[in-house]
């Protein structure tokens, strides 16, 4: 009988405690989904519940979508490369050697992550171009010879921030290397002096030469031999004149700034102890000419690749500069 009591007790005990447990559970809960704090989990709570998951999904939702838009938009900008004002101030940032001026095509002008781009960066054959948009060509602070109507240009040699057409470069060239020349005899007081402008063309011609040699009752033996000729053709004098003459005044270089022969044609001028009175030498024009052979390949590739190329191959132009000369005459 008092097991039974005691067992009753205990039975009685454990109630209370799981009441107790189960009110402070609910309270807890009550105090969770409470969301106007009126000590109730009524309708209200459950409206306020349901605003506070939307927001929630809003928010959720809107991160995905910022996520998802910075994605698009940074592969946007990796596929159209474009180029800002604010891009030619960074200090890994180079004007390549080689440069093309183009119209702004749609996909550039239409795109929202090119809004105020000035050009664009592309890559062809192994050449990082800078494409400059036409409309914005100021921007970049460069000067263009003869014009900026071309479409392809070369850095100039003497210039880093003047590009000459591509197609015009090597005749552009040719024009104010002979404008120096000329500049170069004034200064140095000269009373005389004649550039002839000359090409070397370098042929071929094969000769076939039927040698028979009988020795005693031997067979024929036929041997050939191929002779080689040159020309050296004077295409014609490219400046010429009289000048009083005066005391030599050192000229300022700049197309001929790091030819050896000028230089030293100037050092002995100068020199008040043994005056030069007259002076003859030759001038290899691709010596002080910007496009080497290796890019003028280069180059070729390029243009055949975006249908661009024009009349004439760089590449040739490149090699028959190496058979150009100034012969370079003065008098003093």
Same mark, same amino acid.
């Given at each position: 009988?008092?097991?039974?009591?005691?067992?009753?007790?205990?039975?009685?005990?454990?109630?209370?405690?799981?009441?107790?447990?189960?009110?402070?559970?609910?309270?807890?809960? %009550?105090?969770?989904?409470?969301?106007? &704090? +009126?000590?109730?989990?009524?309708?209200?709570?459950?409206?306020?519940?349901?605003?506070?998951?939307?927001?929630?999904?809003?928010?959720?939702?809107?991160? %995905?979508?910022?996520?998802?838009?910075?994605?698009?938009?940074?592969?946007?900008?990796?596929?159209?490369?474009?180029?800002?004002?604010? @891009?030619?101030? &960074?200090?890994?940032?180079?004007?390549?050697?080689?440069?093309?001026?183009?119209?702004?095509?749609?996909?550039? #002008?239409?795109?929202?992550?090119?809004?105020?781009? /000035?050009?664009?960066?592309?890559?062809?054959?192994? =050449?990082?171009?800078?494409?400059?948009?036409? +409309?914005?060509?100021?921007? =970049?602070?460069? *000067?263009?010879?003869?014009?900026?109507?071309?479409?392809?240009?070369?850095?100039?040699?003497?210039?880093?921030?003047?590009? /000459?057409?591509?197609?015009?470069?090597?005749?552009?060239?040719?024009?104010?290397? %002979?404008?120096?020349?000329?500049? /170069?005899?004034?200064?140095?007081?000269?009373?005389?002096?004649?550039? @002839?402008?000359?090409?070397?063309?370098?042929?071929?011609?094969?000769?076939?030469?039927?040698?028979?040699?009988?020795?005693?009752?031997?067979?024929?033996?036929? +041997?050939? !031999?191929?002779?080689?000729?040159?020309?050296?053709?004077?295409?014609? %004098? #490219?400046?010429?004149?009289?000048?009083?003459?005066?005391?030599?005044?050192?000229?300022?270089?700049?197309?001929?700034?790091?030819?050896?022969?000028?230089?030293?044609?100037?050092?002995?001028?100068?020199?008040?102890?043994?005056?030069?009175? !007259?002076?003859?030498?030759?001038?290899?024009?691709?010596?002080?000419?910007? /496009?080497?052979?290796?890019?003028?390949?280069?180059?070729?590739?390029?243009?055949?690749?975006?249908?661009?190329?024009?009349?004439?191959?760089? #590449?040739?132009?490149?090699?028959?500069? *190496?058979?150009?000369?100034?012969?370079?005459?003065?008098?003093?």
């Amino acid at each position: 009988m008092e097991k039974k009591v005691k067992f009753g007790a205990f039975v009685s005990d454990a109630g209370r405690a799981a009441k107790g447990l189960f009110d402070k559970s609910k309270d807890f809960a %009550i105090q969770v989904m409470d969301q106007n &704090d +009126d000590g109730r989990f009524d309708l209200t709570d459950v409206s306020a519940m349901a605003e506070t998951m939307e927001d929630v999904v809003k928010k959720s939702t809107r991160t %995905i979508m910022d996520s998802a838009e910075e994605r698009s938009r940074q592969l946007e900008l990796k596929s159209l490369r474009p180029v800002f004002p604010e @891009t030619l101030d &960074d200090a890994d940032f180079l004007m390549p050697k080689f440069i093309r001026v183009a119209e702004r095509d749609r996909k550039h #002008a239409e795109s929202e992550v090119c809004k105020g781009s /000035i050009g664009y960066l592309s890559d062809q054959k192994g =050449f990082r171009i800078v494409n400059l948009f036409r +409309d914005s060509i100021e921007v =970049f602070g460069l *000067t263009f010879c003869p014009d900026c109507d071309s479409e392809f240009y070369y850095v100039d040699p003497s210039d880093r921030d003047q590009y /000459i057409a591509l197609f015009e470069y090597f005749s552009y060239l040719k024009t104010v290397r %002979i404008v120096e020349l000329q500049k /170069i005899a004034q200064d140095l007081g000269a009373k005389h002096f004649k550039v @002839t402008y000359k090409e070397e063309e370098s042929f071929s011609s094969e000769k076939k030469v039927k040698v028979q040699a009988k020795i005693a009752a031997a067979a024929t033996a036929d +041997d050939e !031999h191929a002779s080689s000729e040159k020309k050296y053709s004077t295409v014609k %004098i #490219a400046a010429e004149m009289d000048c009083p003459g005066h005391s030599p005044t050192k000229p300022h270089l700049k197309y001929m700034q790091r030819d050896p022969v000028i230089q030293n044609l100037i050092t002995m001028r100068m020199d008040e102890k043994s005056p030069l009175l !007259h002076h003859k030498f030759m001038l290899q024009l691709s010596n002080s000419s910007g /496009i080497k052979e290796s890019d003028a390949v280069k180059i070729d590739a390029v243009l055949k690749g975006m249908k661009c190329s024009g009349n004439a191959s760089i #590449a040739s132009e490149a090699v028959s500069e *190496t058979r150009r000369y100034f012969e370079y005459e003065i008098d003093f």
